[in-house]
Structure formats: structure tokens, C-alpha cells
């Protein structure tokens, strides 16, 4: 029997293969280091443990001082790395971070955390605009991730915004929808470096 409030480990998605940027979005620097150590940092202070998302050939390029959990490959999609992560430790719960998130704070994910709701399979960032779930902004918890696992084998679809559209989670709202700015090309990385310097 799980815990009545699953612990909150993180997990910071790098192991995409960033074809639209051209480049590994993980290794941009937005704030003098990597995009993925910074948002492994943002998330050491307020998780139990952090972890980074990577593929197998990304293992040599991390240093001793992160703790990763390589992706089985199991699945298609985002969800591959957040399942991976859920079948090392399948009692705690996962705060999701995409490594493209370049306008994100600390304040942003407290207040995520804070509006965790433990009855939901998610609670997750929304924009005001769309309404709509931003699953590599969000916590999971496990029994969520379980049902994901069912919809990932019985599922034509392997997109996760599709999973939490159609399952019972709490949204939350940022106060400015621009914090929630995923850059995936040169264009939106210039336009959220831009964002930055102001």
C-alpha cells in the first residue's frame, strides 16, 4: 500500500533529440550554465530528490554531481521519460519539468507544488489562454502514472496533454502565461533570451 502522501522527487526531461532547435536544448545557456543544470537546480531546493531524464548516449557527458535515470525506452514520446522514471521509484510523485522552460522560476514551481492536489491523477500548469494541461509542467502522481502506463499500451495516441485532458486533474493557473514559454527553435530561443535580459 503506497503512502497516504507520496513523496515529491524531480525530474528535469532532457533526452529529447531537440531536431527543431538543431542543438541539444538541454546544453543552451539561458542563466550561465546549461538549461538542464539550471533546471535541475530550480528543482533541487524544492523536491526530495532530483533526477535528470537522459538517453543512454547522454550518460558520458554528465558529470558525478547529477543523479539521472536513463530512459528503458519502453514507450513512445514525453512519457517515455516520465515512466521510465515511475518504474524506478513507482511510489513517489513525479514534478515534471521540460528542459525548453527558459522563463520558469522557483516561485513558479511553488506555487505548483503548493496547489498539489493528492486526488488527481495530476496537477499541472495551464495557460490562462488555452485552458489546457501542460503535462511536462506537473506533478504525477503514481496512481496517475499507473493509468498512464494502461493508456500508453491500449492507446493509439502517446500524448500525455491528451492522457490529462482526459483524466481527473488539478489545473493551476500562472499569474503571467509567459513563464509557462517553451523555446524549441532559434526564433523562440532568441525571442526568450530577449525576455531574459529585460
Known sequence: MRNEKPKIYGLVLSGGKSTRMG??????????????????????????????????????????????????????????????????FPDVAWLVLACDLPLLNKENIKELVSQRNLGKVATAFATNKTKLPEPLIAIWEPSG?????????????SCPRKFLINSEIKLVYPKNDEVLYNANSIEEYKYATKQIVQ
Open 145 to 157: 502514472l499507473d493509468k498512464a502506463i494502461t493508456y500508453m499500451e491500449t492507446s493509439k495516441s
Open 23 to 88: 542543438k541539444d536544448k538541454g546544453l543552451i545557456k539561458y542563466h550561465d550554465v546549461p538549461q538542464r543544470e539550471y533546471m535541475y537546480q530550480l528543482l533541487g531546493g524544492i523536491c526530495d530528490k532530483t533526477f535528470l531524464s537522459v538517453r543512454n548516449e547522454q550518460e558520458k557527458e554528465l558529470r558525478d554531481n547529477f543523479d539521472y535515470i536513463v530512459d528503458k525506452n519502453e514507450y513512445r514520446g514525453p512519457l517515455n521519460g516520465i515512466l521510465s522514471a515511475h518504474a524506478e
